[in-house]
Structure formats: structure tokens, C-alpha cells
């Protein structure tokens, strides 16, 4: 895959300072930039209160260190020591680049007092290529900006981009400093001097902190003074581990990417408001196949011995590998696998299975609520179908069902007939021959049962681009904007289902605008609703006793509790510890999440089924037509 940023050609140039080593002549900073070797030791110099620069060895006998011909060439960076020998008595470091920005160093200042009391700074000066961790310079404007707490919003302000912009470069922050959240990221940079001065977009926001009175000093102003902590000063409290097994990379990439930003939306809301009982949440992540055994297991295990206190996943292949390293572990865990087998699981050990919930409906609805939307469509006269035949083509997915005996009833009752082609590769060739096979069998309609985007799109271009008319009818993956995105005019019309879909109603349509204004883009319509959710849930029974190791009372918790979330209602209180679907496993849609089918109409999704949800009517899809009037001729 190319890089996002341009590719240049580094330039040496020669620098004041002879230890230096150049970054490149350029001018995009957030070019990475070039690896040089070998790295260049620290070099130590000495500064005085009035801008005397000094060797720290003022004998004569040694020669004067790079430092301080590096500082006599750079009255800026003696400006922001100086600032840091008058106002801070603790040590103090940050990153610094010439303005050309062909030199990027480390810079550590230890105030103090010589024999007859004058003060002075000694300075320790260490160049910086490669940069620490391999961040590049908007990398560090960013990471600056999140120590100060701006949202993502405020820092696209501050560094004139994109919220999304800013979104990325979080999380490639994150990721190069194998961190999960904003707030450890922020106390590394501190620790680890990675603040870059002068502060970007200008001190304010930083007043309190002490590069930000640094900074201001530098500038000639006159700092906030510092805080005066309290005497005793309260011990920090463990912050709540929230462990998600993510599919960063792989098929399920693009979910995996949804479930991780809503996530963080769900705990930045839950933390503004101080955590809790005073504790933060932190995420802890790991990437990891969805379809792979020995994946899911290293996953689950790297979560489990960093000792979270609660486990969460979407849909996983193999997800009775999780079920057992979950219940070994004992924590809570809160899946969507969709699988009745594994409710089932729970249901009959709930001593060994008591802390796992399923926050979505299982999979056996999806058949039967095909077959039965179908017949309704047809019945009320929106769709005349040119025949009576009916075909599912599933995918490979072991523990999957899609409720083929109910679907079989309700083929009957309808009049219509079935066939069935399962066990269909992950292949896009795979998919595509399916697709040959379907316009060959030209049925009615066609349930694509299959949760991948890569063979979904393949198996759809490959079906309307010509043939007899077809209603396809997915499960869950056009809920993925970029699936949408990728199939372009073709998704117009498209008919999907799933058993737990954002709601278009007043709580879905905020927590929407709500994603957008801190990651820049708009959330899909099953996922990170799903993930913000599972957050929100967890987060609400840790409030909801006394001490949230207590995994048996915060299972309890989750039980005893409806949660009303924006994929609609969580009651947990059968034995299997499952979501409940409306209609099809409860008449009353304030204790289930509504199995909704949506159709693709004018690039927005619009809500078909059930009722009281349904934003929007059937609409014939425009290929559908065309593909009828070829049929005729």
C-alpha cells in the first residue's frame, strides 16, 4: 500500500550544530523523516539566567560540546531554556526543529544554583533521527495538542485540517506508541519530554501546565502560577481496563475500525463526566482474524494477561474459542457473535458461562424474517416477482445457522420454494461463480448470507450486471459506509437486514452527529452502535456496585438491568443472557432491538421494517427494472 504522505527525497543540509543530523529540505512536515546512522550522542551545556551560554567544563583544558555552539546558533531554543531555568524548579524537557526544520532534537533543562546562588540551567541536547517512535512532526503537533485535552475537533482547528485528518493521525500515534487511549499517550509525551515547543497554534489551553507556562514566559508574558497541590495529596486510583478484541486488519477490517472510534466516543462521554466513582476507563486492544482459531485464541489471551476487568468483541468466526478463555478468565464479556449455539452454551452452564452476554439477537432470525418480508412485499402488491423460487448462498461460518427450520416453514406458508448453496469460500472467484449460478437459477430473490465486504461486493457486481431480475437481499454488510462507497450506483436499492441496527429516532440521529464531530466521518448503522453500546453497558453495571472486580455482582448487574442504548433495548434476563428480538422473540420493542430491514435509497439508509421504526417505503430498485425489460426482449 503507498504511504498517505509524499514521498521526498531528503536533502542534507549543513547544520549550525556538527552533531546534528539534517531531517530533510522540505516542506511538508508531516513527511516522516529519513532514518540516519549512527545516532548522535546527547551533548550537556550550561546556561545562565541572563543568556550566557557555557561549555560545563569552563577550564579550557576540554573542548566547548556541540550544545553550545547549537544554542548560540539558536537564540529561539535559549529563549524557551531560559523560560524554563525562571519559572519551573523541576525538570523539564520537549521537542524542538529549527524553523527550517531540517534539525529536530530532545531538550531536557535542569534548573539550579551555583556556589554564589545565581541560577542557571544545564542542558542536555539530543539529536533525534530517527524521531522517537518514528512519529513525524505533525504526529508530534498532534500528540502535543492531546496532552493539553483537546478534542479532535479543536486540534483540526488549531493545525487548519480535518477532524478526520486528526482522527488518522491519533491513531497512528497510538498505534507507533502501542497505546489504547488518549489519556496514556498524554502522560507519556510528558514523561518522555515528546511535547513540542513552541506550542502549536500558541500556548492557550496550556496555562496550567508547565510547558504551557514555559511557553508563555519565552513569549514575554507572565505565566498562571502553578497550582498548589493539596496537602495530602490523593492517591490515583487503578483506572478501569476495558479490553475489545478488534479486527484492526484482515477482512473485517473496516468494522473493526467502527467498533474501535465508538468505542473511544463512548469512553471520552463516560470519562468528561469523571469515570467511575472518581476512575477513568482506559481501552486496551488487540488486533486480531475473525476467522482464525490460533488468532482469536492470542487475541483473548494478550487482553487476559493485562488483567482487564471486562472483555468485549463483535463477530467472531471461531467464537467458542473466546467463550473458553472468557469464562476461564471470569470477567464479564460482552460479544455479538449472533450465534444460538453459543446462547445456547450459556444457557445450559451458567456457572461456568454467567459473566457472557450476546448483545445482539441470534442469527436463526434472519431466514424466517427473509422469507416473511418477502411475502409481504409481494402480498401488498410493491413487488411482483416473476417466479416462486427463493435461494440463500451462505458462507463459511461453522457455528452460523440463519434458522433454516423456521425459514422452511415460512417458505411454505408463503407459497415459494428454496434452494440453498452453502459453505461458499472467502474468495472473491468463489463469490462470483455463486453469483453465475443465481442468475442461472433466476430466482425471486436471494438472501446473501455472507458478513464479509470483499465477497459481498464481488457477488453483487458479478449478479446485476445483467440477467433475469433478482431482489438480493444482505445481511449486515452495506451497514459499512465504505461498502456502500466501493459498489457505487449498484447500491441504490439495495435491500439488507440485521438483528441490531442504529435507529434513525432522536437517540441514533445524536449519537451520530456526536461520532462525526470527533472523528469526522459518520458512523455505519450496526457496528459502532453496537460498540458504543457495549461500553455504555458495561460502564453502567461497574456504577452499579461497589467494587467492579466483582465480576459475579457486575454480571448481576448487566442481568438485572435494561439498558436502552442507539441499537435500541438490552434486557438480558432469559437463560442464554441474549438480546431479545422485536418482533420475532418479543411483542414489546422497549425490552428487544428491532429486527430492521433497510433498503439504499438516494445514498441514505431508510428503515423499511418494523413498525414503529420504519422511516421509509420500498422503493423497486432502478438495475432491477432495467434488468426486467432485458429479460422481456
Known sequence: ?????????????????TGGTPVSDRKRPETTWPARSPAQ?????????????????????????????????????????????RTEPGRTGFMWTDGAVRTLVRVWVDPFRDPRGRSMGRVLIEPCHPSPYGLTLRELDVLTLVVAGLTNNEIAERLVTSP????????????????????????????????RLPLPGGSTRFERLRLGRVATVAQGGAPVPSPVPSSPRPLRRRPLLLGAALPLTGPAADDGREMLLATRLALEEINDLGGIAGRRIE??????????????????????????????????????????????????????????????????????????????????????????????????????????RLMVVQGVWPLGNLGRSAMATAVERGGWTLQVISDIGMSDDAWQRTARQVRAAAPAAVLVGHYFMPGSLAFLRELLCD???????LLYTPSIPSFRHSLGAL???LLWATVTGTYSDHLGQSFAARYRKMHGISPGRSHAGIAYDRARMIAGAWAQVDDPRDHRRVAKALRSTIHRGVNGSYYFADPGQAALAYPEMTPDPSIGQAHLVYQIQGSRQRILSPSPYADGQFQLPPWYARNAVTSLA
Not at 503507498?2 to 550544530?17: D, E, G
Not at 482522527?167 to 511535547?195: E, F, M, N, P, Y
Not at 440477467?467 to 437481499?473: A, E, N, Q, V
Request: hydrophobic share 40%; net charge negative; aromatic share 6%.
Open 164 to 195: 478526520r485528518t486528526v482522527t488518522t493521525h491519533v491513531d497512528r500515534l497510538l498505534t507507533k506508541l502501542q497505546l489504547s487511549g488518549r489519556a496514556a499517550a498524554a502522560a507519556l509525551a510528558l514523561d518522555q519530554g515528546l511535547v
Open 283 to 388: 481501552l486496551v486492544t488487540a488486533d486480531f482474524d475473525v476467522t482464525v482459531h490460533e488468532s482469536v485464541r492470542a487475541a483473548f489471551t494478550e487482553l487476559v494477561e493485562q488483567e482487564v476487568d471486562a472483555l468485549t468483541s463483535g463477530y467472531i468466526g471461531p467464537q467458542d474459542v473466546a467463550h473458553e478463555i472468557a469464562a476461564d478468565y471470569g470477567c464479564p464479556y460482552l460479544h455479538a457473535a449472533t450465534l444460538d449455539s453459543m446462547v445456547s452454551r450459556v444457557a445450559a452452564d451458567p456457572d461456568r458461562y454467567g459473566g457472557i452476554f450476546q448483545v445482539c439477537p441470534s442469527d436463526t432470525c434472519y431466514g424466517p424474517g427473509f422469507v416473511r418480508f418477502l411475502t409481504r412485499l409481494r402480498d401488498s402488491g410493491q413487488w411482483r416477482p416473476e417466479s416462486n
Open 467 to 473: 440477467g433475469p431480475p433478482i431482489l438480493p437481499y
Open 41 to 85: 550522542p546527547p551533548a550537556a551545556a550550561v546556561v545562565l539566567a541572563d543568556g550566557t551560554v557555557e561549555a560545563e567544563d569552563t577550564s579550557g583544558r576540554i573542548a566547548p560540546s556541540p550544545a553550545v555552539h547549537f544554542l548560540r546558533a539558536h537564540p529561539d531554543l535559549t529563549d524557551l531554556v531560559l523560560a524554563c531555568v
Open 491 to 493: 447500491s441504490e436499492g
Open 1 to 17: 500500500m503507498r504511504s498517505p504522505h509524499r514521498s521526498l527525497r531528503p536533502v542534507a543540509v549543513r547544520a549550525p550544530w
